[in-house]
């Protein structure tokens, strides 16, 4: 986030710096670059972002795509979802899945040729051992788990035996049916594709015994205690990738260094058994703005990055070439919070539809599309992405309800009861007089997201709603939003980091987002209409009903407005910007998935 994620990074420190100032001249337009002949590809990382979930288990608090990029580096997913949103059994550790009993079981073939980097063959106990750890995370017991799984809900993740979401599905049971053989049970019947793209894609299984000894885990103990023991552990070496127990992986990199706050290095895994990496080196580097990345960009120093809209005049950097990415499998929306414990009591206000409706009808998608986009991008008036599987959804089929018209807000809002009092919307709501009055939470690190957030409340004046933007690093606003369930709702009314990528939800039915105690129904959303619509979306059926279905779904959250949509531009939806590829540097772009949200690097070549 995996999740489905968010995203959102000073200049060079010394210590990387000086590794490349050794190599010679630093200049891309030199005739060979320093980076070039040492193998080296050092990617920069969107601005404000740095990576702090190092764990083949990310909790709730760092659950983001750009975390989970270390782990598809160094793990190997279950199944593979390619660019077509289809699984790719030839990159995925299974080989095979058979569905059977009603839909109800999953039995998975593994491919014997995975091996563990220490020699050892990758297994079922594996695969099991790391749905176990992952849905006991789920648990809501007292004392909870060391740390709680960011895709707990998420195909019907939960503890073994019990509902895992709004619609009562569960995973019934999780056994080894021999080395290379998984069997997966659900508590009832459900949609295949949705149940292997959303559950099943959620295993990127981890060397159990590697972590179990690591842990301590007691000869013969039982399940329970084992997960206990290994999520322990994991919560706190997240961030410690020198300990150990990261050795041993099955993925086509490895760790080997990082510097805190501004870098980690990977170095190839050996004893891959998929295509194996060429690139020696593979750095992430930190900007904290986009101007800083920028520049070096301009200077060599990065092999890849990328551009704000603002340097779009002067994208044609020598010894680069630069690329629009094509629309994400994603959502950019602004989240809010309808708790409530909201600052100003603005939660009850935003129970109210018409007040939802009024805010969107403030919201100049076209706007943010130039803004944000350089004018790369599209009207986006539901949580559908705009692009993907046709035969699941079709975005540009869902009615545009609230174009932009501010006037018609401000007449919506006076229609239900509220009045301008000193320039400011107000209404008495359940005895307490409340105002929309509130502060807008922003990322940091982008020129257009500040511009953004400020054009956004010149329009939202206009209608009598005072909005006040308030930049935030990236990491701090997720702490704002405990996705465990326990929302700090009295500390924000509206938190906008950009967007959702559908991963691993990839069949976007909307449940890890609006169903009812959704680890990230951030806003306490609740429609039960809606919940009933998405959990028409999990039941078995035809392509036909499966497409309807998906369609009824998309239709009702586009009217009732679980958040506030802004559009779609075709790029990262991270307030990143464009890329830019050192000519040297070669696949960066072709091998993007824009379904997963994720590079493959081991794909990547590098000529001198």
Same mark, same amino acid.
């Given at each position: 986030?995996?999740?489905?994620?968010?995203?959102?990074?000073?200049?060079?420190?010394?210590?990387?710096?000086?590794?490349?100032?050794?190599?010679?001249?630093?200049?891309?337009?030199?005739?060979? =670059?320093?980076?070039?002949? +040492?193998?080296?590809?050092?990617?920069?990382?969107?601005?404000?972002?740095?990576?702090?979930?190092?764990?083949? &288990?990310?909790?709730?608090?760092?659950?983001?795509?750009?975390?989970?990029?270390?782990?598809?580096?160094?793990?190997?997913?279950?199944?593979?979802?390619?660019?077509?949103?289809?699984?790719?059994?030839?990159?995925?550790?299974?080989?095979?899945?058979?569905?059977?009993?009603?839909?109800?079981?999953?039995?998975? %073939?593994?491919?014997?040729?995975?091996?563990?980097?220490?020699?050892?063959?990758?297994?079922? @106990?594996?695969? &099991?051992?790391?749905?176990?750890?992952?849905?006991?995370?789920?648990?809501?017991?007292?004392?909870?788990?060391?740390?709680?799984?960011?895709?707990?809900?998420?195909?019907?993740?939960?503890? $073994?035996?019990?509902?895992?979401?709004?619609?009562?599905?569960?995973?019934? +049971?999780?056994?080894?049916? !021999?080395?290379?053989?998984?069997?997966?049970?659900?508590?009832?019947?459900?949609? /295949?594709?949705?149940?292997?793209?959303? *559950?099943?894609?959620?295993?990127?299984?981890?060397?159990?015994?590697?972590?179990?000894? #690591?842990?301590? &885990?007691?000869?013969?103990?039982?399940?329970?205690? #084992?997960?206990?023991?290994?999520?322990?552990?994991?919560?706190?070496?997240?961030?410690?990738?020198?300990?150990?127990?990261?050795?041993?992986?099955?993925?086509?990199?490895?760790?080997?260094?990082? &510097?805190?706050?501004?870098?980690?290095?990977?170095?190839?895994?050996?004893?891959?058994?998929?295509?194996?990496?060429?690139?020696?080196?593979?750095?992430?580097?930190?900007?904290?703005?986009?101007?800083?990345?920028?520049?070096?960009?301009?200077?060599?120093?990065?092999?890849?990055?990328?551009?704000?809209?603002?340097?779009?005049?002067?994208?044609?950097?020598?010894?680069?070439?630069?690329?629009?990415?094509?629309?994400?499998?994603?959502?950019?929306?602004?989240?809010?919070?309808?708790? /409530?414990?909201?600052?100003?009591?603005?939660?009850?206000?935003?129970?109210?539809?018409?007040?939802?409706?009024?805010? %969107?009808?403030?919201?100049?998608?076209?706007?943010?599309?130039?803004?944000?986009? *350089?004018?790369?991008?599209?009207?986006?008036?539901?949580?559908?992405?705009?692009?993907?599987?046709?035969?699941?959804?079709?975005?540009?089929?869902? /009615?545009?309800?609230? +174009?932009?018209?501010? #006037?018609?807000?401000?007449?919506?809002?006076?229609?239900?009861?509220?009045?301008?009092?000193?320039?400011?919307?107000?209404?008495?709501?359940?005895?307490?007089?409340?105002?929309?009055?509130?502060?807008?939470?922003?990322?940091?690190?982008?020129?257009? #997201?500040?511009?953004?957030?400020?054009?956004?409340?010149?329009?939202? @004046?206009?209608?009598? $709603?005072?909005?006040?933007?308030?930049?935030?690093?990236?990491?701090?606003?997720?702490?704002?939003?405990?996705? +465990? !369930?326990?929302?700090?709702?009295?500390?924000?009314?509206? =938190?906008?980091?950009?967007?959702?990528?559908?991963?691993?939800?990839?069949?976007?039915?909307?449940?890890?987002?609006?169903?009812? *105690?959704?680890?990230?129904?951030? *806003? =306490?959303?609740?429609?039960?209409?809606?919940?009933?619509?998405?959990?028409?979306?999990?039941?078995?059926?035809?392509?036909?009903?499966?497409?309807?279905?998906?369609?009824?779904?998309?239709?009702?959250?586009?009217?009732?407005?679980?958040?506030?949509?802004?559009?779609?531009?075709?790029?990262?939806?991270?307030?990143?910007?464009?890329?830019?590829?050192?000519?040297?540097?070669?696949?960066?772009?072709?091998?993007?998935?824009?379904?997963?949200?994720?590079?493959?690097?081991?794909?990547?070549?590098?000529?001198?």
């Amino acid at each position: 986030m995996r999740m489905r994620r968010w995203f959102l990074g000073a200049m060079l420190a010394s210590s990387l710096a000086f590794v490349v100032a050794g190599c010679g001249s630093t200049t891309a337009q030199a005739p060979t =670059n320093p980076l070039a002949a +040492s193998s080296t590809a050092v990617v920069a990382e969107p601005p404000g972002l740095v990576l702090n979930g190092f764990s083949p &288990v990310l909790s709730t608090s760092v659950y983001s795509t750009n975390n989970s990029q270390n782990n598809f580096l160094m793990y190997k997913p279950l199944v593979f979802i390619n660019q077509q949103n289809v699984i790719d059994f030839a990159r995925s550790l299974a080989s095979s899945i058979t569905v059977s009993n009603n839909d109800t079981t999953y039995t998975i %073939q593994l491919n014997p040729k995975w091996k563990w980097s220490n020699g050892q063959p990758v297994t079922s @106990a594996d695969v &099991v051992f790391d749905a176990e750890t992952e849905a006991a995370s789920c648990a809501t017991t007292t004392p909870p788990p060391a740390m709680t799984y960011g895709g707990c809900g998420i195909g019907g993740l939960g503890p $073994i035996g019990q509902p895992g979401d709004s619609a009562g599905i569960g995973w019934q +049971s999780v056994t080894a049916s !021999g080395p290379d053989t998984v069997v997966i049970t659900t508590t009832k019947p459900v949609n /295949p594709v949705w149940f292997e793209h959303n *559950g099943l894609g959620q295993l990127a299984p981890f060397p159990a015994t590697v972590w179990e000894q #690591a842990a301590g &885990v007691p000869a013969g103990a039982s399940v329970s205690t #084992a997960t206990a023991d290994v999520l322990k552990l994991m919560s706190t070496v997240m961030n410690q990738p020198t300990n150990p127990v990261y050795n041993v992986v099955d993925g086509p990199y490895k760790f080997y260094k990082m &510097v805190p706050q501004d870098y980690w290095e990977f170095v190839p895994n050996t004893a891959y058994d998929g295509h194996m990496a060429t690139i020696k080196h593979l750095t992430y580097q930190y900007f904290a703005t986009a101007a800083a990345e920028f520049a070096a960009l301009k200077k060599g120093t990065v092999s890849a990055g990328l551009i704000s809209s603002y340097n779009l005049p002067e994208k044609n950097i020598p010894g680069f070439k630069f690329e629009v990415p094509p629309p994400p499998f994603a959502i950019n929306y602004i989240a809010i919070n309808l708790s /409530p414990a909201a600052p100003g009591g603005v939660g009850l206000a935003l129970q109210d539809l018409k007040v939802r409706q009024a805010l %969107q009808l403030g919201i100049n998608e076209k706007a943010f599309i130039q803004i944000m986009g *350089g004018g790369y991008g599209s009207p986006q008036y539901s949580p559908m992405p705009v692009v993907g599987t046709s035969s699941v959804f079709n975005a540009k089929a869902v /009615p545009t309800l609230y +174009s932009f018209d501010p #006037a018609k807000g401000k007449a919506l809002l006076l229609s239900d009861g509220w009045s301008l009092q000193n320039g400011v919307m107000t209404k008495t709501i359940n005895g307490t007089p409340v105002q929309l009055k509130f502060k807008f939470f922003y990322s940091t690190g982008s020129p257009e #997201a500040q511009n953004f957030a400020t054009y956004l409340q010149q329009q939202w @004046a206009t209608e009598g $709603i005072q909005m006040t933007p308030v930049p935030m690093p990236f990491d701090t606003q997720l702490t704002l939003n405990d996705a +465990s !369930g326990n929302t700090v709702a009295a500390s924000w009314v509206m =938190n906008w980091w950009s967007g959702w990528y559908y991963e691993p939800d990839y069949y976007p039915t909307g449940g890890a987002l609006f169903a009812p *105690g959704a680890y990230f129904n951030l *806003g =306490n959303f609740s429609d039960p209409q809606l919940t009933a619509d998405i959990n028409a979306t999990y039941a078995p059926g035809s392509p036909a009903q499966e497409y309807a279905r998906m369609t009824t779904y998309a239709a009702r959250a586009a009217y009732i407005l679980p958040d506030l949509y802004t559009g779609s531009f075709d790029q990262l939806p991270n307030l990143g910007g464009f890329f830019e590829n050192a000519t040297y540097l070669h696949g960066a772009y072709s091998n993007y998935n824009t379904i997963q949200a994720l590079n493959f690097p081991n794909y990547w070549t590098i000529t001198p």
